[in-house]
């Protein structure tokens, strides 16, 4: 019964592919991250979805693209794969509690190698 | 943007020690939370404390909203403590849940 699920949870690649990671939340939550750690630890937000709908978009290369297809469910496809795309990804799901966030939740991450 | 400074950077104890975590953050928030991510990369929610004070077992946590610092408290370290310990915060009038760079924590028998 995890509340956030990722798949998969390891991915190994050669640069120039295309591939994506998938998220699930069964927590009847209504707004959706996906977040990427790098080598030194830090986390950094790239996306939000609220109910399907793109509400933050951070500074992020053309080559990734968030998808929801509804609320329990947020994508990412990443295009053309860099070596500096290697990296762990977290998604995270929150309840937005009027104005507020909310808590937020974490998936156990995705770490891409690109090689 | 809103900054968040953690200190200390790192921290080594003996099993059995106190600890205390710092989190300043440079602007008002309405949601602070303080992460443990386990050595298996893991991010374990500790607690949500925009304000006030919680406590569950041997964490503690302080949150001075006004003041602009929330202090994370371990008591009776052990070694399954180990990790990295993160503070996060949303400013107001954004919905981005911003990171501290973390308290790497080790904590030896």
């Known amino acids: 019964d995890t509340a956030v699920s990722q798949t998969p949870k390891y991915l190994v690649t050669q640069m120039g592919n295309d591939k994506s990671i998938k998220c699930e939340q069964n927590?009847?939550?209504?707004?959706m991250y996906w977040y990427k750690q790098d080598s030194k630890k830090f986390l950094k937000i790239m996306f939000s979805?609220?109910?399907?709908?793109?509400?933050i978009n951070e500074t992020v290369p053309n080559r990734f693209s968030p998808k929801s297809p509804d609320k329990a469910h947020l994508n990412l496809h990443i295009n053309s794969l860099e070596l500096g795309d290697s990296a762990v990804y977290f998604c995270a799901s929150s309840h937005r509690q009027g104005m507020n966030t909310g808590e937020l939740f974490f998936g156990e991450g995705s770490r891409l190698t690109v090689l | 943007g809103i900054q968040v400074e953690q200190s200390p950077p790192d921290l080594i104890l003996q099993e059995g020690a106190n600890s205390t975590l710092r989190c300043n953050f440079s602007?008002?928030?309405?949601?602070l939370q303080w992460f443990h991510q386990n050595p298996w990369g893991q991010l374990i929610n500790l607690f949500y404390?925009?304000?006030g004070t919680k406590q569950n077992g041997r964490l503690s946590a302080t949150t001075d909203a006004t003041e602009r610092y929330s202090l994370l408290y371990i008591s009776s370290s052990q070694t399954t403590d180990s990790g990295v310990y993160f503070c996060a915060v949303v400013a107001y009038n954004t919905d981005k849940l911003i990171f501290g760079t973390g308290t790497r924590l080790q904590v030896f028998p």
């Open positions: 602007d008002s928030v309405n949601n």
């Open positions: 404390i925009p304000s």
């Open positions: 927590l009847g939550h209504d707004t």
């Open positions: 979805y609220n109910n399907k709908e793109l509400i």
